[in-house]
């Protein structure tokens, strides 16, 4: 949804990363053979931080978390992710992983980087309805593959998200009020694992592991590939959003709700739709608030009704049928297709029961003070539905009753100045927000988030902690997989 405020004032440019120089960069070395390390990759490489590329394959989406990796292997098959694993194992070197490359810890300083980028096959199985995707593909390659059959399964609104860290987080998208999480359609894994084997993952196979991974996170291995389950959906889904455009813009629009007030109206309203319906509001200060909606049931004319009836109180409606891989994944990325470009980001991650009215004002407040103009976003997703019908234990997904994920989105230029009031402002209403707060999703943060070092496992994985702390002694119990929402492994009993 990082696009609302380029729609008023257009791209703001934001310079990237200072290019990286081997010779002014004190990068520590990889504490283990190089040569040995190349001779693992058959069809793939090493690159070395005096290599040309590195500059370029080290900086992910996240501008603000771009490290200095020790060395990168750039993967070209499964069997090469199990060898080097076994690799890190002999040596004790910690290892991180990178994907998609959308996450906050797609780059990480001083460690053996695990690169997936090259394994982004997705393979479509019309005949029982499900899909292969390797661990490198992004939700734009899997809703590419997907478009053809009328096919989909729920995962992200973002289509520069990588697969394999939404699935492992637990996948929230369009869909889910109707499907569930990604991780509740996740039919099996293929899991690399220190000691050198790849196993399957499934109801029926690895069982522990197979929970684990279902909201756990990449704690316990190198997931390689993903099978989910895919539910026929409408050629066109009825979506799109009322906007509500700030009174300081066009006084004379006061027949217009302020936006707190637009806010309760659209919450209310949401609460009364079906499971067919999902619904998002972003706040940007400064910028038109957007509550958007998304319809995947068979009756657009129904929807058209619904919509028209609706207490909201919008002077701007813009709703139409559109694709769901297509147009309605897409609705992030705004009119001018620039919703997602790189930049710096720090960001917070809150799950809440309910929405109430208090909470509302403080997010109103907390946009109108954001440290800047461009690009600070305050999204709120509505969940509940299928998501809530799946036991707690069932997977280690851990806030099946949250109602609301809150993302609080700081974006600044890279200076150190607008870093810290970006910092402060994410903080700050976070805190505000404590009081209501029933945990955090562990796909949106930063790894450089105090907060989520100190307390996150507690907010993030809940009563089902325990168990992965078990699971985690069984697969990692020297924890070499440790950036990431960190399992810490349970001590052994022996």
């Known amino acids: 949804m990082k696009w609302v405020s380029s729609l008023?004032?257009?791209?703001?440019?934001?310079?990237?990363?200072?290019?990286?120089?081997?010779?002014?960069?004190?990068?520590?070395?990889?504490?283990?053979?190089?040569?040995?390390?190349?001779?693992l990759l058959a069809k793939g490489r090493v690159v070395a931080p005096t290599d040309d590329e590195y500059a370029t394959l080290?900086?992910?989406?996240?501008?603000?978390?771009?490290?200095?990796?020790?060395?990168?292997?750039?993967?070209?098959?499964?069997?090469?992710v199990a060898k080097v694993l076994s690799f890190a194992a002999k040596y004790q070197i910690k290892v991180g992983v990178s994907a998609g490359r959308?996450?906050?810890?797609?780059?990480?300083?001083?460690?053996?980087?695990?690169?997936?980028?090259?394994?982004?096959?997705?393979?479509?199985?019309?005949e029982v309805r499900s899909v292969t995707v390797q661990a490198g593909a992004k939700l734009l390659d899997l809703d590419a593959a997907c478009a053809p059959h009328n096919l989909a399964t729920p995962a992200g609104t973002n289509p520069d998200t990588g697969v394999a860290g939404l699935a492992l987080g637990g996948g929230v998208g369009?869909?889910?009020?109707?499907?569930?999480?990604?991780?509740?359609?996740l039919i099996s894994a293929r899991v690399a694992l220190f000691n050198g084997n790849i196993v399957?993952?499934?109801?029926?196979?690895?069982?522990?592991?197979?929970?684990?991974?279902?909201?756990?996170?990449?704690?316990?291995?190198?997931?390689?590939?993903?099978?989910?389950?895919?539910?026929?959906?409408?050629?066109?889904?009825?979506?799109?959003?009322?906007?509500?455009?700030?009174?300081?813009f066009l006084p004379m629009l006061s027949l217009q709700p302020d936006l707190a007030t637009a806010m309760k109206l659209n919450r209310d309203f949401a609460n009364t739709l079906d499971n067919d319906w999902y619904s998002v509001m972003v706040l940007?200060?400064?910028?038109?608030?957007?509550?958007?909606?998304?319809?995947?049931?068979?009756?657009?004319?129904?929807?058209?009704?619904?919509?028209?009836?609706?207490?909201?109180r919008a002077l701007i409606k813009d709703f139409k049928p559109q694709t769901y891989h297509t147009g309605v994944q897409r609705l992030a990325q705004g009119p001018d297709g620039k919703g997602q470009s790189h930049g710096y980001w720090?960001?917070?991650?809150?799950?809440?029961?309910?929405?109430?009215?208090?909470?509302?004002?403080?997010?109103?407040?907390?946009?109108?003070?954001?440290?800047?103009?461009?690009?600070t976003e305050i999204v709120v997703q509505q969940m509940d539905g299928a998501v809530a019908r799946v036991p707690l234990d069932a997977t280690a997904y851990a806030h099946r009753g949250a109602r609301y994920w809150v993302m609080v989105l700081a974006q600044f230029d890279g200076s150190a100045e607008m870093r810290g009031l970006a910092v402060e402002w994410a903080r700050e209403t976070t805190r505000l927000l404590s009081e209501f707060r029933v945990g955090s999703y562990q796909a949106v943060g930063t790894q450089h988030d105090n907060e989520m070092k100190t307390s996150g496992s507690a907010l993030v994985f809940g009563s089902n902690y325990a168990r992965l702390q078990e699971v985690k002694r069984r697969f990692d119990s020297s924890?070499?997989?440790?950036?990431?929402?960190?399992?810490?492994?349970?001590?052994?009993?022996?």
């Open 346 to 375: 720090f960001e917070k991650s809150l799950l809440l029961n309910d929405l109430p009215d208090a909470v509302i004002d403080i997010l109103v407040r907390q946009s109108a003070n954001a440290p800047s103009l461009t690009g």
């Open 284 to 312: 940007t200060r400064n910028a038109p608030l957007i509550a958007a909606y998304s319809y995947a049931g068979p009756d657009h004319d129904l929807a058209k009704k619904i919509l028209a009836a609706s207490p909201t």
């Open 200 to 248: 399957t993952a499934s109801e029926s196979e690895e069982k522990d592991l197979f929970w684990a991974i279902r909201g756990g996170g990449g704690n316990f291995g190198v997931v390689t590939e993903f099978t989910l389950r895919l539910h026929p959906i409408p050629p066109l889904l009825y979506a799109g959003a009322f906007v509500y455009l700030p009174l300081s």
């Open 174 to 185: 369009w869909l889910s009020r109707k499907f569930g999480l990604t991780i509740d359609n």
């Open 58 to 80: 080290r900086i992910g989406f996240n501008w603000d978390c771009v490290g200095h990796p020790s060395a990168i292997a750039m993967i070209a098959s499964e069997d090469e």
């Open 479 to 494: 924890n070499l997989l440790c950036f990431n929402q960190n399992v810490v492994p349970a001590e052994s009993t022996s």
């Open 102 to 126: 959308h996450s906050h810890y797609a780059s990480i300083s001083n460690v053996l980087m695990i690169d997936l980028r090259e394994l982004k096959q997705v393979t479509v199985d019309t």
């Open 8 to 39: 008023l004032f257009g791209s703001t440019a934001i310079a990237p990363p200072a290019t990286f120089d081997a010779e002014k960069t004190a990068v520590a070395p990889l504490a283990a053979p190089m040569d040995e390390l190349r001779l």
